[in-house]
Nanobody, 121 residues
Framework: QVQLVESGGGLAQPGGSLRLSCAASGFTFSNYAMSWRRQAPGKGLEWVSGIYSDGSDTRYADSVKGRFTISRDNAKNMLYLQMNSLKPEDTAVYYC??????????????WGQGTQVIVSS
């Protein structure tokens, strides 16, 4: 069955960095676009970033553009999110999700359990 397992969250100081990872299994990872989403305390789910199945195109929410970088390793079935220049407003639970297509449709059918990111001094 499809499994998405996030890791790499934790506590970071403002201005610091974290790298999130998502291990995928149970489907042909290289055939599907992938996204990161987040949910801050008391707020709704926010799409953060997405990447095409072959990594040829990446997209970012304005709130993270220039600070976060999404990448994938199709040989290892891994998705990553490098987060730099972290801000307190980046505090959230981060989820990776599988898209329905090879290009970003922003429609997802599977999600991981999430990893907590806290940005605080």
């Amino acid at each position: 069955q499809v499994q998405l397992v996030e890791s790499g969250g934790g506590l970071a100081q403002p201005g610091g960095s974290l790298r999130l990872s998502c291990a995928a299994s149970g489907f042909t990872f290289s055939n599907y676009a992938m996204s990161w989403r987040r949910q801050a305390p008391g707020k709704g789910l926010e799409w953060v970033s997405g990447i095409y199945s072959d990594g040829s195109d990446t997209r970012y929410a304005d709130s993270v553009k220039g600070r976060f970088t999404i990448s994938r390793d199709n040989a290892k079935n891994m998705l990553y999110l490098q987060m730099n220049s972290l801000k307190p407003e980046d505090t959230a639970v981060y989820y990776c999700s599988k898209d329905l297509k090879d290009r970003l449709s922003y429609e997802n059918d599977y999600w991981g359990q999430g990893t907590q990111v806290i940005v605080s001094s």
